[in-house]
């Protein structure tokens, strides 16, 4: 392994990395992005029988746009000699300030989709028919394990079970804000679980590898490299890091016909958003035409709508078809793992290892050693994704 620098040759270099981490604690748009009156706006919505525009509210901004983002382009970059390390420090910033915009513009209607679209990007064509795709198959294949019966103090349980294979030390919180059934805050080392979420045997093991086996191996592995861009966040990390964590699911046979279903209609959803949609509208289309339940409808509308049009959700479909195609063809995933990275700075990541300015990943996803699916129907639908 190469020696950790830093030494005065990269001076300059670890000076902008500092003064970014300083900065960029402030903007962890799932802080923002949830909103705080979800039940009330769900109670109304299902009682005006669906034809009701929810009115969220969203938590206060706690930082001043603006003098982030000067403070962001003060940068003196020209002093990072390393032609593709510039770069991607360049394209960090970029990144870093259109979060900021997002976040400044939560509840700000078409103003935050605007935004939302340039950080996270909308379905092309080909998402859209992997998408209808995978809405094709079958997938009543329900067992016990799929019954919601553990309360969020007993998934609690679980996942500190779970957590004993890794050793490193996180939190754990029960939240009645939280849109999904359970997160991972980065800056905190925080696991968030829904409090009113019942959850599944199945989806204890889902959440499980996906949260702790990839979004929290990469938060500690991002903590152990010299440089903070790797805890703070390469740009389109999302895309990578959530393909990584479906594939766990995938790799540790947890991942089912109707998960990855579920990832589908986030594209559909997203992608409504695209063609005006609303929120009715999109929920409409996902509980009347596709027939999801009104419950699950609701969940993936409000994931989709929150802040005035989240585009976020489309990626996790791209990115488990990234990964499963870059494992199969038998590439290194311990270099995507060494932090919140993306796939298209591979060749950055293994120059700044190689110049021993980032280390190889501490703590490696249990899943990925065995591939233990033994579901030929996903081995056969992810193949097939365009």
């Known amino acids: 392994m190469s020696q950790i620098k830093t030494t005065e040759e990269f001076q300059d270099l670890f000076d902008i990395d500092a003064n970014l981490n300083r900065l960029v604690k402030n903007i962890e748009l799932l802080n923002y992005i949830n909103p705080t009156n979800i039940a009330a706006e769900k109670k109304k919505f299902f009682l005006a029988k669906y034809n009701y525009e929810p009115e969220f509210n969203y938590p206060k ?160 592995n991002g903590l152990e490299q010299p440089l903070k861009i790797f805890s703070n966040g390469l740009p389109n990390n999302v895309e990578t890091q959530e393909g990584l964590a479906v594939f766990s699911e995938f790799m540790s046979d947890c991942l089912t016909i109707e998960r990855l279903k579920e990832l589908a209609f986030r594209v559909i959803a997203v992608d409504s958003l695209n063609k005006g949609y609303n929120f009715s509208d999109t929920f409409h289309l996902l509980h009347n035409q596709h027939k999801l339940n009104r419950d699950k409808a609701f969940a993936i509308t409000l994931r989709v709508h929150r802040g005035g049009g989240f585009t976020k959700d489309h990626l996790y479909l791209r990115g488990i078809r990234n990964i499963y195609k870059y494992a199969k063809a038998g590439n290194d995933l311990g270099v995507l793992l060494t932090g919140k990275v993306s796939q298209e700075y591979i060749p950055t990541m293994n120059k700044l290892i190689d110049l021993g300015l980032a280390v190889k990943p501490k703590y490696f996803t249990d899943a990925y050693v065995v591939n233990d699916n033994t579901n030929p129907n996903l081995d056969f639908i992810l193949k097939s994704l365009k």
């Open 61 to 220: 901004i706690r930082f001043n746009g603006y003098k982030l983002h000067r403070l962001f382009f003060s940068q003196r970059l020209e002093r990072i000699e390393n032609e593709d390390i510039r770069q991607l420090y360049e394209d960090i910033i970029y990144e870093y300030s259109g979060l900021i915009e997002c976040i400044e513009t939560i509840g700000q209607g078409r103003k935050f989709y605007f935004n939302s679209l340039k950080s996270f990007g909308t379905p092309t064509e080909k998402d859209i028919e992997n998408a209808k795709f995978i809405l094709r198959f079958d997938d009543s294949e329900f067992n016990e394990d799929m019954l919601p019966i553990y309360n969020a103090s007993e998934a609690k349980d679980y996942f500190a079970e779970f957590s004993k294979r890794y050793d490193f030390k996180y939190n754990i919180k029960i939240s009645n804000h939280l849109s999904a059934a359970a997160m991972v805050l980065n800056n905190t080392q925080t696991l968030v679980l829904r409090k009113s979420h019942k959850y599944s045997l199945n989806q204890l093991k889902v959440l499980t590898n996906h949260e702790i086996g990839v979004h929290m191996v990469t938060t500690f």
